[in-house]
């Protein structure tokens, strides 16, 4: 079974700002990695996925994120944020083996200070 | 193209009720999986279907149900609503197996259903 785990509920950050969405699962099993972005009144969108290969992937806007298999994690980071970036994260993972269920973490709240 | 249609947006229910929610895949999608998402958490994983047959069952009790329609459109039917039951239902289209390959999963807007 795997488990993701969100540990900031809440990042606020000034415009122009970097910013990082910590991001760590569990799973016993090889895995794929996934960031999902759900802006407000709005439904899930995927951001970025980790498969295979290079262990960093990168969005079309900017943000990017590093598998870290000694540790763990998949960190979202984006260097200088803007005000619509604002949004609710969600890192997501789903087993190689069990790969119908793709597991969500509880999501982290990015507002964007001007 | 449309994306993921979902209906309807909004339901209002009473306790022991039942519910039947719909969703619309992106045209060519075969695979369709369904979500709830309480407030202030994760979408939690509920049913994937794919090529009109069950794929994939998450930790919900059997008054949660679905089927896939030979066009791939799909419902989710929920028996005898708790107040546990309120959360927005999400449902997303894939053209393979979600997350299984290169495949992405597209999610529809969602459906808020509230229990009283």
């Known amino acids: 079974a795997q488990s993701v785990t969100q540990l900031d509920s809440q990042v606020p950050v000034f415009e122009e700002a970097p910013v990082e969405l910590r991001c760590n699962y569990s799973?016993?099993?090889?895995?794929?990695l996934f960031w999902y972005v759900q802006y407000p009144n709005q439904g899930l969108q995927l951001l970025l996925k980790?498969?295979?290969?290079?262990?960093l992937v990168e969005s079309i806007n900017g943000f990017e994120a590093e598998f870290n298999k000694s540790q763990t994690s998949f960190h979202l980071r984006k260097p200088s944020v803007h005000i619509s970036d604002t949004a609710e994260y969600f890192c997501?993972?789903?087993?190689?083996?069990?790969?119908?269920?793709?597991?969500f973490g509880s999501g982290t709240r990015l507002s964007i200070r001007p | 193209d449309a994306g993921v249609t979902q209906s309807p947006t909004h339901l209002i229910k009473t306790r022991g009720q039942h519910v039947t929610l719909r969703c619309s895949p992106i045209?060519?999608?075969?695979?369709v999986s369904w979500y709830q998402q309480v407030l202030g958490q994760g979408p939690q994983f509920i049913f994937q279907?794919?090529?009109?047959?069950?794929?994939g069952r998450g930790n919900f009790p059997d008054r949660f149900s679905a089927r896939q329609f030979p066009n791939y459109s799909s419902e989710l039917n929920v028996n005898a609503l708790l107040l546990g039951d309120s959360a927005l239902y999400l449902c997303?289209?894939?053209?393979?197996?979600?997350?299984?390959?290169?495949?992405?999963?597209?999610f529809g807007p969602g459906t808020r259903l509230t229990v009283l």
């Open positions: 997303a289209s894939s053209s393979g197996l979600a997350g299984h390959s290169t495949d992405t999963q597209y």
């Open positions: 279907y794919y090529e009109k047959e069950e794929r």
């Open positions: 980790y498969l295979s290969g290079s262990t």
């Open positions: 997501a993972v789903s087993g190689y083996s069990s790969a119908s269920k793709i597991i």
């Open positions: 799973s016993s099993v090889s895995v794929y």
């Open positions: 045209s060519g999608h075969k695979s």
